[in-house]
Structures are given as structure tokens and as C-alpha cells.
């Protein structure tokens, strides 16, 4: 089945700078390509989501590149501040029906003032 | 707009006493809804997920069932809880097959068994 893996595990970074997240994946028929994050006890909250035929979107401050040749997927975090600090989860699936989603193991982002 | 509401929002339940976790999705007609399990620090892995109302599939098996009994309420439960059930349980739901939107999620049920 699909896997997917997340890095890095922890990443800290100053406020202002960016913070880059990679995910890959191993199966090529992945329908849609999504990131999560994840405040201290609490849910998931959708960040952005891309179809398989989108290379490139960008929305408040979020940039997530698909690299579907390398089976790559990427958020970029530009101009972090301490408020973005959190869990972020890539997550992707293949089958739309099932809304069976294959997350990452999670990147835990610390933005210093 | 739609909302997601998960009920209760945390539970602290015995080994071997029996759990009832409830999801209700309200402005949305006839959503796939699931069900996540989170390990305390990890990642989430799919439980259930259901299309219609009566309708539910499993998808791994932790000795918990799950139910639809409405369109717009999802109910997870077992007889008998295992130490290993503790973690954070997640609903979630997206818009009838056809239409790809990425789930959306609850607040979550943060479970400790004892």
C-alpha cells in the first residue's frame, strides 16, 4: 500500500525566516495531496489541498510544490512567525470514495520570536 | 457552513468498561464520514469510514465497531476497552464520492484508558 514519508521530524526556525517541509510517496496513482497542522490538543485543521494535476499553489503565506516525477510534495511556510508553531501533517490519498488518507509521521515546527 | 462536532471531549474509562465516542455533522446532506485514531505523539491511521447511512466499512481492526445511525451522526464504540485504545480520535468528513475535497476534521475525543 501507499507510504509516505515526512521530513524533517523536528525543525526550528526564526521568525521571519522560511520553513520547508518534504513529503514522498510511493504510490503514482495518489489522487490528492493535502497538509494538515495540528495546534497542541486539538484537531486537524486543513492548511491546503492539491489535485494530481496542480504543480504549484500558493495561498496566505503557503506554498506547497507536487513533484509528481519524483513523487514528492512540499509546504513552504514563508515568513514564519511564532503562531505557525505546530504539528504539520502531509497527508495523501488514492481513492476518493473510502477518504482513506495516508498521513505522514508529522513535523513538529517551533517558530522562535 | 458546515460544522463537526465531537462528543465527549476527553474520557477516562477502566479496561474492560465499554465506549461510546460520537460525531454529528451538521449543514452537509449525505457526507462520507470516518474515523481516525491518533497514538499520543504519532501519526493517524483510518478506522472506519462510511458512504450512506447503515453503511459502514472497516478498515483496521482494533476490536472497535462503529455505526451510522443517521446521515449526520457516526458513532465508534466497543464492549470492552484495551489499554491500547488510548489516543486522541478524530472524525472527519468530506463531500459525496465525485467531488474531491480533502476531509475535514473534528475537534477530537482525547481517550485514556486506566
Known amino acids: 500500500g501507499e507510504q509516505v514519508e515526512q521530513r524533517p521530524p523536528h525543525l526550528s526556525v526564526r521568525e521571519g525566516d522560511s520553513a520547508i517541509i518534504i513529503c514522498t510517496y510511493t504510490?503514482?496513482?495518489?489522487?490528492?495531496f493535502s497538509w494538515y497542522k495540528q495546534e497542541a490538543g486539538a484537531g486537524l485543521q486543513l492548511l491546503m489541498s492539491?489535485?494530481?494535476?496542480?504543480d504549484r499553489k500558493e495561498e496566505q503565506g503557503l506554498t506547497v510544490l507536487l513533484n509528481k516525477k519524483d513523487k514528492r510534495l512540499s509546504l513552504n511556510l514563508t515568513a514564519a512567525h511564532p503562531g505557525d508553531s505546530a504539528v504539520y501533517f502531509c497527508?495523501?490519498?488514492?481513492?476518493?470514495?473510502?477518504?482513506?488518507?495516508?498521513f505522514g509521521d508529522g513535523t513538529v515546527l517551533t517558530v522562535k520570536p | 457552513a458546515q460544522t463537526i462536532h465531537q462528543w465527549p471531549v476527553a474520557e477516562i474509562k477502566a479496561v474492560g468498561s465499554p465506549l461510546s465516542l460520537g460525531c454529528t455533522i451538521k449543514?452537509?446532506?449525505?457526507?462520507?464520514l470516518y474515523w481516525y485514531w491518533q497514538a499520543t505523539g504519532g501519526t493517524l491511521q483510518q478506522l472506519f469510514y462510511?458512504?450512506?447511512?447503515?453503511?459502514v466499512e472497516s478498515v483496521v481492526q482494533l476490536n472497535l465497531s462503529a455505526s451510522r445511525p443517521k446521515d449526520d451522526q457516526f458513532i465508534l464504540s466497543t464492549e470492552k476497552l484495551l489499554l491500547s485504545h488510548s489516543g486522541f480520535y478524530l472524525c472527519?468528513?468530506?463531500?459525496?464520492?465525485?467531488?474531491?475535497?480533502?476531509?475535514?476534521f473534528g475537534e477530537g475525543t482525547r481517550l485514556s484508558v486506566l
Open positions: 472527519a468528513w468530506s463531500p459525496p464520492a465525485g467531488r474531491r475535497q480533502a476531509p475535514l
Open positions: 504510490d503514482s496513482a495518489t489522487a490528492y
Open positions: 492539491v489535485l494530481s494535476n496542480v
Open positions: 497527508a495523501v490519498s488514492v481513492d476518493t470514495n473510502t477518504g482513506k488518507l495516508t
Open positions: 449543514g452537509k446532506s449525505s457526507p462520507n
Open positions: 462510511s458512504i450512506t447511512v447503515g453503511q
